[in-house]
T-cell receptor, first 112, second 113 residues
Framework: DVKVTQSSRYLVKRTGEKVFLECVQD?????MFWYRQDPGLGLRLIYF???????EKGDIPEGYSVSREKKERFSLILESASTNQTSMYLC???????????FGPGTRLTVT | GESVGLHLPTLSVQEGDNSIINCAYS??????FIWYKQESGKGPQFIID?????DKRQGQRVTVLLNKTVKHLSLQIAATQPGDSAVYFC????????????FGTGTRLLVSP
């Protein structure tokens, strides 16, 4: 089974802090994605990566950056956390040949 | 547990009924569609998918119907069980050259025993 893990289930940070969310997949997938999920808005794509060191902006990249130094790991970075970044963050991966994405359990981030 | 989608449309059914969850998509160029189920406190899980060259696809207790004329997708769950209670999302690949998915806002399914 594909396994996508995220470093934390719950995280509480203060406004202005730098925040790192880590995602690791164990199936050698080329594509990796970061979404945020908010009530009534569904999943919105922040960034995705289709290869090591490659990244593409999604629909809501402002205030976020990403890093993919190794194929299995995709990090989401909040350079200076703000309260409007309080959300559920979901990581997903997929192989190059498929559209189906495999999701991690999510990280509930609260910025106070 | 987690509260996902406080303002979601909700479908309430009795155990044993058939459920139909609907989804409208916007991009006529989309060539792939997928349904996910998200239980409280978990990430979305794959249910079934369909390509644009098909109208119908069946899985175990689930059927997806695609109507490209009106850009409509539906998920039918037969003999709904309490374990089917979750939020259901449809998603489409907008055929932009990357394997991105664009997600709908979701529907909450509540199954009463």
């Amino acid at each position: 089974d594909v396994k996508v893990t995220q470093s934390s289930r719950y995280l509480v940070k203060r406004t202005g802090e730098k925040v790192f969310l880590e995602c690791v997949q164990d199936m050698d997938h080329e594509n990796m994605f970061w979404y945020r999920q908010d009530p009534g808005l569904g999943l919105r794509l922040i960034y995705f990566s289709y290869d090591v060191k490659m990244k593409e902006k999604g629909d809501i990249p402002e205030g976020y950056s990403v890093s993919r130094e190794k194929k299995e790991r995709f990090s989401l970075i909040l350079e200076s956390a703000s309260t409007n970044q309080t959300s559920m963050y979901l990581c997903a991966s997929s192989p190059w040949t498929e559209y189906e994405q495999y999701f991690g359990p999510g990280t509930r981030l609260t910025v106070t | 547990g987690e509260s996902v989608g406080l303002h979601l449309p909700t479908l309430s059914v009795q155990e044993g009924d058939n459920s139909i969850i609907n989804c409208a998509y916007s991009n006529s160029a989309s060539d792939y569609f997928i349904w996910y189920k998200q239980e409280s406190g978990k990430g979305p899980q794959f249910i079934i998918d369909i390509r644009s060259n098909m109208d119908k696809r069946q899985g175990q207790r689930v059927t997806v119907l695609l109507n490209k004329t009106v850009k409509h997708l539906s998920l039918q769950i037969a003999a709904t069980q309490p374990g089917d209670s979750a939020v259901y999302f449809c998603a489409e690949n907008p055929n932009t050259g990357f394997q991105k998915l664009v997600f709908g806002t979701g529907t909450r399914l509540l199954v009463s025993p």
